[in-house]
Each structure stands twice: as structure tokens, then as C-alpha cells.
């Protein structure tokens, strides 16, 4: 009751959900009391969740932030979902992200952009941004988001709490919107490292209906969290080190280098080599993916329907109304790259500059066990002062799309405040399948 009311009476400051779904929140919250009496209680018994509005939930309107499908109820649940109810979670609502995903700032949406709930003037982040400010608003106790380029752990540097990006395979990807496929990945958003654990081993595990699931054990997470970091090693891209970020980013980096070394660590500088181009490869890829995936919205199996006087003006109407102007860039770029004649030069390329990032951090990990790096080269800057034209909002995600593009891991956890007093995030990349480890290291930097 006390979440859903905090969820009902801030929502129209900081359009943090897109539906809120009280009733169906108090009719799980009984069968959870229920079982709560029988002692049959899962990890998440009870506990009040928001859900990004990317993962299908059966009954339940499920928008993707698009007005192409703004009254879209599915027939079957994600089996992130279905995974959280099963451990007893509770849905208070969908949350607000940019359309389809695609976006840095939350304000590229149907509904109302989401505000930042250290500052209403400042961005939330994206494009998970709902899901983060519900947290940070005290809207949810724990969230799910998706992370193809940052999604998960930008919204949650620029709120203020914890975001995970597990590896690429371990949380299924079915009945969750498709962005860029060989990217997307599901992960926990909550206030402390502990609490986002108890929502990774929830979601986290093999699913037959996603092929690119994988059968790799789940980590036991809370005997990892709480093993000492000591003599570990850790790096420092001295690439990014050298790049010149804020003040405040650089210092802090600093601080919490200092904190691994007096737990304990060996910090090493390294070096990535191809780093550099992480940026450009994925917007190149995502915005191929993206082209091919979202084809689909035609109008006619489900969504917006324009109605034209052919087949093709029907289409060509349905997708004129229904994808905001983000959307439509990526499926232009994305087309225009896949084309015949420039495929080779750019998706080619692109892949092929993907390989040698991933070479990069698998030679990296032969010598440190985790990488430390900010989440962001800011904090959240006011709605007015964000940039206008898409590559400098691109730019932007200069720090979180490597780990994607790398196939890796990593976690950001909120590590202090800005000059204006706006949080920072701090990064914790690891190897792919050892997702263990962000919670680890994430304990000592919270
Ligand atoms: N900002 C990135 C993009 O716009 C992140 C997207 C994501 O992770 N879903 O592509």
C-alpha cells in the first residue's frame, strides 16, 4: 500500500511509470501474504517492483514508450516476468524509457519525459530511465531494465542507484522488445548491490525459448558479494584515463582506485587499443539490428493502423504516425548501412572493429580481474542543456557501450555527488560469465 501510494502521488512529477497497475499490485501482494503464511516464500516475496515497459506482461498494457503501440496488450509474459513473479515479486507498474529503447535521456517517449528525482530539471537518464527514478523516488523498492548500449547503468549513475548489466546469455531475452538483438540484455536497477543480487539470481538463468541463452551456471551471489577483494587485480583503461573528463569524474576515479588499493587490490593501468571506435561500431550495429527488427510494426499484426489506399501507402502511413523522429533516424541509418553497396563498408566494417574490442578486453582480463571506470563524463545535465543534435547525445555513452560491444559485464554503483550536487556512478566491468565479481568489487564501493 505504502509503495503504491508513493507510486500514485509522484508519478505526475516524475513520469516514472507509464501504466500503474494498483489493482493487479494488490492482487499479488494477497497471494503473496498467502504464501508468505503456507512458509512458502521466494527471493522476492512481497517485494513492490517496477517493470520496465520493454518486457511483456501478459493482460498487461506493454507500450515500448512507442505510440505505435500504445494500446498493445500481450498474450504471453516475458520470462523475465514470469521469473520475478515466480520468486514472489510484486508489479506496481511499467515503466517510462525512450521508444524502443533507443536514447540516452528518457525524453524521447510518447508519454511525458522522466525527471530526475535529485533535480526535476535534469534529465533521468536512458533508457531506463523510469525504472531508475522509481528507485531513486522511493517509487519501487527494486526494478528491471535492459542494457544494449548503457541502459541500465546511465539511468542509474544519473539517479543516484544500482545498475547491472549481466553478460550477454545469462538472462533470457523472451518476451522483451527488440532493439538490437545481439546486444539487448535484462538487468537488475535497485537502491543497494544486495538488493539488485537478489534480482539477478531471480532473473538469471538458462531459457530454452531464447536460443542465445546459455547454459553457464548462475554465480551464488551472496557467497560471492561477500569474499574479500584482496589481491585481486583490478585495471584502469588508461585510454579513457587520459581522455579529458570533468573535474569532479576524475577525481573521484581517483578516490575509488584508492579504496580497491586499501581493500587490498593491485590496481594496473592497461591499455585498449581499439576502445576508441566502441562508439561508432555499436551505433552502427544497433542501428542495423534496429532497421531489421523493427519491420515488423507494419500495421497489420498488431499496433498504430493508418489506413492508405495501397498496401504500401498503409505501411508507409502506420509507420509515418506511429515511430517518433529517434526511431525513424536509426531505421534510415540502419538501412542505409545494410544496403547494397555500403554494407561492407559500414555493418562489415563495424563487425570486424567488434571482434578485434572483444580481443582487446579478453587479452585485458588475461592480466586484471575487473576494470574500474566512470559510468558517465557527467553527471545529469538540465533538460535544456542536454545537446540537440544525435551524435553529441551519442557521445554521451562514451563509457557504457564498451562492455556491450566487448560482450562483457559490469555494474554501476552510485559513488558520490557532483560539484552541484548530482550523483556519479562508478563502473565495475568483468569478464563475460563472471558476473559474480561486479557484485563483489560493487559491495566495496558502495
Ligand atoms: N543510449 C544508447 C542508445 O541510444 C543506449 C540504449 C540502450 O542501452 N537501450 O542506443
Redesign the pocket.
Known sequence: QCYIEQMISLNSTYHAYITQCEELALEMAKKSDYRRKQKKCGILEGIPLAIKDVFCTKGVRTTFASKMMENFVPQYSSTVTERLEECGGIFLGKTNL?EF????MNTYTFIDPVANPWDISCVSG???GGSAAAIAAGMALGAVG???????R?PASFCGVVGVRPTYGRVSRYGMGA??SS??QAGPIARTVEDAGYIFQAICGYDPKDSTSRHIPCPDIFSVMNQSVKNMRVGIPIEFYEASYSEDVRRYWDQSRDILKNAGCQIKMVSLPYVSFALPC??LI?CAEAASNLARYDGVKYGVRQFGETLEEMYVNTRSVGFGA?VKRRILIGTYILSHGNYDAYYGKALRIRQLIQEDFSKVFQDVDVLLMPTTPTAAFSTSQAPKDPVN??L??IL??PI?VGGICGISVPFCLSSQGLPLGIQILAPAFEDGRLFQFGKVLE
Open positions: 525512450d529503447c533507443m536514447g540516452s536512458g533508457s531506463s535492459s542494457d544494449t548500449g548503457g541502459s541500465i546511465q532493439f538490437a546486444f539487448d555499436y551505433y544497433v529517434e547525445i551519442y554521451n555513452d557504457t557501450v556491450n
